[in-house]
């Protein structure tokens, strides 16, 4: 691809661009019945695979069941109630269930001793 190419499809792109419509805006579409919605991009807290490593371990919840955490590289994975659930990281202290929408928040991430786990219904 020549410069002079790049250099118009990088001006092309930037006055398109400008033309759209601000993150986290809600625009109407040409359809009566639909809205458009832009949202920014949402950004989850990654964990290291140290981090992960640190997560791993056996918890007693509350009620008396036991949540096992497990990690294969920089993923957690949650089994409790005979399921194995990957977690992903919400933000803080928190992770979720991909599967389940299960919510886990710890005490501190990592080296957590505590564990509190809401099940989604």
Excluded: C, W, Y
Excluded at 11 to 39: D, Y
């Amino acid at each position: 691809m020549r410069i002079s190419h790049v250099l118009a499809f990088a001006a092309a792109t930037l006055s398109v661009s400008a033309f759209a419509a601000p993150s986290g805006s809600i625009e109407p579409s040409s359809h009566a019945n639909t809205v458009r919605v832009n949202a920014a991009s949402h950004s989850l807290s990654k964990l290291t695979q140290d981090d992960a490593r640190h997560m791993v371990g056996t918890f007693q919840l509350d009620d008396g069941r036991l949540l096992v955490l497990t990690s294969k590289r920089s993923t957690l994975f949650a089994e409790f109630d005979g399921k194995r659930e990957e977690l992903v990281p919400a933000g803080g202290n928190s992770f979720v269930s991909r599967d389940t929408g299960a919510r886990l928040t710890f005490d501190q991430v990592p080296f957590g001793a505590e564990v509190t786990l809401d099940q989604a219904k």
